[in-house]
């Protein structure tokens, strides 16, 4: 079951739900206006953020600002009319390119057999979606190139272009005030090609990007709120991995033995599924 947690004294969040693929939804709380991170999969996704924060005497957001254009983290942004929508250029961009597509099972299945969707993604819409398909893609109002910054009275957020593996329009968003760092999904691989895969240059330049920000806590849109202590860790897993991949040519097993003898252990399973994603990165 979904819950709100907070985090300091101006943000809230609702966990996530991997069967449906429900990411974290965020509101910054400011004293004159307030900040929604990503608008949900869907328009029950979003109600039920908005209804949860009202039991807990919110008001809605009158901003709410987009990630990236995933299905997940904007399909519920038509419920969200009333408020001002903010994404980069790039992500509007994105979007508009859904609005001529049927989202029916049969066209979801064509997609994925044609290979412009992939089962993961087709499988959760027709979980989250199981009573009715109607499905309205709202474009953002208002969209910024690289960085935005907004004053919400007493509290600042930072929108800022990082890219990514996963989508190359990947915003994060860093309030400032609370030292929080909210990721989306640009930490994660790149889901979308044959192959699940992290690439050499990319990641580099955005864990570049990631480690200049000074937070305290960092949330990971399918994940959870993690310390910048556990977060570091696997900012290094990363560089790590990244490394070999490159000293190695992107050969797996030799990629293997290189990791293992510079932890001195056998690897774990997160550590080996890294490693496969970065070999199939390379070979890509």
């Known amino acids: 079951m979904q819950q709100i947690k907070q985090i300091g004294d101006r943000f ?15 509101m910054v709380v400011g004293d004159e206006k307030s900040l929604m ?6 328009e029950a996704h979003a109600r039920y953020f908005l209804e949860e924060l009202s039991d807990r005497g919110l008001k809605r957001p009158d901003m709410v600002a987009l990630t990236h254009w995933h ?14 929508s903010i994404s980069s250029f790039q992500t509007k961009e994105e979007m508009a390119k859904l609005i001529p597509l049927s989202w029916s099972d049969a066209d979801l299945d064509q997609r994925v057999e044609e290979g412009t969707e992939i089962e993961f993604c087709a499988t959760a819409i027709k979980k989250e979606f199981v009573n009715h398909r109607h499905i309205t893609i709202t474009l953002p109002d208002l969209t910024f190139e690289d ?5 919400l009275g007493g509290v600042t957020c930072v929108l800022q272009h990082v890219g990514g593996d996963h989508a190359a329009d990947s915003v994060v968003v860093y309030i ?11 930490f994660y691989p790149d889901i979308f090609s044959s192959k699940t895969n992290y ?3 990319t990641t580099n330049q955005l864990l570049d990007v990631l480690e200049g920000f000074e937070g305290e806590w960092v ?12 977060f570091k860790k696997e900012v290094k897993l990363l560089r790590t991995v990244s490394s070999i991949t490159e000293a190695c040519r992107g050969n797996q097993q030799e990629m293997q033995r290189s990791f293992k003898g510079i932890v001195g252990r056998e690897l774990n399973e997160e ?9 199939n990165g390379y070979s890509l």
Not at 71 to 79: K, P
Not at 176 to 186: A, M, V
Not at 224 to 229: D, F, K, L, M, S
Request: proline share 4%.
């Open 12 to 26: 809230y969040y609702q966990t996530p739900v991997s069967e449906t693929d429900r990411p974290i939804l965020g």
């Open 37 to 42: 991170i990503d608008a949900g999969n869907s």
């Open 71 to 84: 299905w997940d983290h904007i399909f519920g942004l038509s419920a969200l009319r009333d408020t001002v």
């Open 147 to 151: 960085k935005l910054e907004i004053d």
């Open 176 to 186: 400032k005030e609370e030292k929080i760092l909210f990721l989306g999904d640009c």
């Open 199 to 201: 690439t050499v240059r």
């Open 219 to 230: 949330i990971l849109s399918h994940g959870e709120a993690i310390p910048i202590e556990e």
């Open 271 to 279: 550590e080996r599924e890294v490693i496969q994603e970065f070999a």
